[in-house]
């Protein structure tokens, strides 16, 4: 990874501290802090049941912990603990400051209504009341996501896998967040679908300075992406560290399986 | 046998006091949908269940009923809730709207303008405005709770990124005393200015979905749009052929299969007042004769 | 200290967990130091952790013990200890790192994964593109090439692109790993070349180098890497 945006802005968008949820006897997830900064990438790597997805929702504020909290720090520059928020708030700042990429995209997307709308439904959200310049905004996401302007006005129903992952992103991105959280981003596409669309976010990530927290079971979806990252073993986090450090250098015997369980390219 | 004897405008004194209750409530949020229990009604779903009910519960013995269908006083669904009325209350019943102190309506709001003490009450298919892009009702309750109201500018969006123009022609969304999206029933959007800051009192009734919401008098009531595409009434581009009026909403009558056709007032009471004080179109209203048969 | 880099008792041991949890030692006390201006070329045979040293300064291999102090920014960093935010921020503006191989993204052309380390601190694209030029001209990658991702070009061309992106920054810490292995003699004398630049430009470099010759026209110093060797 080489475009990071400023590290010396020592002040922390989002602190998890001692995060738990419990499913039933299950602990899904166990005592989870960490703090991400503005600008950062982190990947929350770990096989299927390993608790990152649990963890993805807790952080996003679509599941309430049984211990611990998470603080946001909203544009006013306070940090808030999120269960504090009230729902309004909460959902404004779904639609503002965050961004959530779903791994299937009809969970992220209207299927039934044109590209343009679904790019255009966060502006009108937050009271853009120009048809001419949202249609415009809408335009120019989608050029930057590389989808052809002349699909402007389809449905993504019509659209392939990868360009409705991409309209996805473009939905997302038209309020220029400041944290987007990934479920698995690249889930469910062919290689070279994976590797493009990698390629874009990457760039836009960098561009934008976006922070993203990014779940996903693929090393070189982490790798690509992140510049940090926490494996994560029967819901806990059991090693931590650089994306590079912890992929060349891994520690914990899981940590080493995971990698060593990469087929050479 | 004897007649059946029913209670005063058929529902029972508690059902009555139950929809009241909403009645207020939605009165004292305007346009906010109160849920209610609603009632089997002797007549099926869709002919107006809803306006029934609350009609029943608003009349008293001396009010003076009205009742139109898409502005006319004269089709079916018209004439058998009047004549409903007519025979479970026994209250006097009028075709004028000016006479009227209770008008039920399906589709139209009369052209005439209304006045303080009346009380107009819609016949309401779907009452949600979200519903067609949002299928989830927890969702659109809480959509309307925190006044999250994007989702219907993606419907005007849609409109124009097909048509080129806001093509959504009836049950064009409002916002209601600046807070809640309605649905103002399937009126023509012709209809929507008539609703702001009207003197009469504005009610309704959804009878399958269970829904009463109210517009009380003199409420600002505005209509959804873009700045650069501006909420636009429609009307046919021409005069009625029976009484020669260019500002009331016209409905299409074919009157052959030859392609005939004329346009005429969608009221008919406004028509037949126009008529009544000299003014007249093309054509007479006078029924035709039938051919005698030989 | 006026030392860029000093290294002292650092100390390297991997745990093999999915064999039985062996312990490989590969260094320990390792010490030295690289002053500004000064390139230092760590010598010994194969496996006696010489990439191992140089991925510890980087901050890509973690150290078990000692100390990795870098001048960054003014003050000096403890690398063994420093946070990954710490870390990134001294990989963005203080240490480049040359690799043998390049990691392209895909789909990204030559010249903008040249450019990139510019870029990223700040540089406008088109000075920070025609820079990049300039590097690739020199290193003898034709131009109708630089439009085209390296990932397609042959295992010399890439690592010349490798070279440009590696040295095209200011930074004032360099490490390069074999950075002339698979070049042609006339590829080899512009990054002896470019080494010579950076010197005079007050950069301090760590450096492998296998070729005799090589080593002898940049090394300033050499550091045998044999005595740090732990394995038992």
């Known amino acids: 990874m080489s475009e990071l945006a400023n590290f010396d802005d020592d002040q922390p968008l989002l602190v998890a501290e001692g995060l738990g949820k419990n499913y039933g006897r299950l602990a899904a997830c166990r005592d989870v802090s960490f703090a991400l900064y503005p600008g950062e990438v982190l990947a929350i790597v770990g096989e299927s049941g390993s608790g990152k997805s649990t963890l993805l929702q807790l952080l996003s504020a679509q599941l309430a912990p049984r211990a611990g909290r998470v603080s946001y720090r909203m544009r006013d520059g306070v940090l808030r603990d999120l269960a504090e928020l009230g729902e309004a708030e909460r959902r404004f700042l779904f639609r503002t400051d965050w961004g959530f990429v779903h791994q299937d995209p009809a969970q992220g997307l209207r299927m039934g209504v044109s590209a343009g709308a679904n790019v255009g439904e966060r502006l009108m959200a937050v009271g853009w009341n120009h048809y001419g310049r949202i249609r415009d905004t809408a335009s120019t996401w989608l050029d930057r996501v590389e989808i052809d302007i002349g699909r402007i006005d389809d449905a993504p129903k019509t659209y392939s896998g990868g360009m409705r992952q991409r309209l996805q992103i473009a939905r997302n991105l038209v309020t220029e967040p400041r944290l987007v959280f990934m479920d698995e981003p690249t889930g469910g596409l062919d290689v070279s679908v994976q590797a493009r669309l990698l390629d874009l976010m990457r760039n836009l990530v960098g561009e934008l300075g976006l922070a993203a927290i990014v779940v996903t079971h693929d090393l070189a979806v982490a790798r690509l992406l992140s510049h940090r990252v926490m494996v994560m073993k029967g819901g806990r986090v059991i090693e931590t560290g650089l994306t590079d450090q912890v992929l060349d250098d891994p520690r914990e015997p899981y940590t080493q399986l995971l990698v060593s369980s990469i087929l050479p390219p | 046998m004897n007649a059946p004897t029913y209670n005063f405008a058929y529902l029972d004194e508690q059902t009555k006091r139950m929809i009241r209750r909403a009645i207020l409530k939605a009165i004292a949020i305007p346009g906010y949908q109160v849920p209610f229990a609603s009632r089997e009604m002797p007549m099926p779903y869709g002919w107006g269940t809803g306006g029934v009910q609350v009609t029943a519960a608003i009349l008293g013995p001396d009010d003076v009923l009205k009742v139109i269908d898409q502005g006319s006083d004269d089709t079916t669904n018209a004439i058998s809730i009047r004549k409903f009325f007519g025979k479970t209350a026994g209250v006097a019943t009028t075709t004028s709207t000016m006479d009227a102190t209770v008008i039920q309506t399906r589709h139209r709001i009369p052209e005439a303008s209304l006045h303080a003490g009346q009380v107009l009450v819609y016949q309401v298919p779907i009452p949600e405005p979200l519903r067609f892009l949002e299928p989830r009702e927890t969702e659109t309750r809480r959509m309307h709770a925190l006044a999250e109201y994007g989702l219907m500018h993606v419907k005007l969006y849609e409109d124009i990124a097909r048509f080129g123009h806001i093509a959504t022609a009836y049950a064009y969304p409002v916002k209601v005393n600046a807070r809640y999206v309605m649905d103002p029933s399937p009126t023509p959007k012709f209809d929507n200015p008539k609703m702001d800051n009207c003197a009469a009192l504005q009610l309704f009734g959804a009878g399958r979905e269970k829904r009463i919401y109210a517009i009380p008098p003199y409420t600002t009531v505005v209509s959804l749009d873009f700045e650069d595409h501006p909420f636009t009434r429609y009307r046919f581009n021409a005069p009625c052929a029976l009484c020669g009026a260019d500002n009331s909403y016209l409905d299409e009558i074919v009157t052959d299969d030859r392609g005939g056709r004329m346009f005429v007032c969608s009221d008919t009471d406004f028509c037949e007042q126009r008529q009544a004080a000299g003014h007249h179109g093309t054509e007479s209203a006078a029924p035709h004769k039938e051919k005698a048969h030989v | ?232």
């Open chain 3, 1 to 232: 200290m006026t030392a860029m880099i000093e290294l002292a008792n650092a100390e390297k041991t991997f745990t093999m967990h999915l064999q039985g949890g062996v312990e490989l030692p590969v260094v320990r006390g390792v010490s030295f130091h690289v002053e500004p201006g000064e390139c230092v070329v760590l010598s010994g045979p194969s496996g006696a952790g010489k990439s191992s040293i140089l991925k510890m300064i980087f901050g890509n291999y973690r150290c078990d013990s000692g100390r990795i102090g870098i001048r960054h920014q003014g003050k000096v960093v403890d690398l063994a200890t420093a946070e990954p935010r710490q870390v990134l921020s001294i990989r963005r503006s203080t240490i480049g790192y040359v690799s043998q191989f390049l990691r392209a993204v895909p789909r990204v052309a030559t010249i903008d994964v040249v450019a990139e380390p510019l870029i990223v601190n700040g540089v406008a694209r088109e000075e920070a593109r025609e820079r990049a030029g300039r590097l690739l001209r020199r290193l003898n990658i034709p131009e109708r090439l630089w439009t085209l991702p390296p990932s397609t070009f042959s295992g010399g061309e890439q690592q010349r692109v490798n070279i440009a992106r590696g040295f095209i920054s200011d930074l004032p810490i360099l490490l390069l790993d074999e950075p002339t292995a698979s070049l042609d003699a006339a590829n080899r004398a512009v990054v002896v070349e470019l080494i010579a630049e950076k010197k005079t430009k007050g950069v301090a470099m760590v450096a492998i180098v296998h070729d005799d010759e090589i080593r002898h026209l940049i090394a300033d110093r050499i550091v045998d890497v044999t005595s740090f060797a732990a394995a038992a």
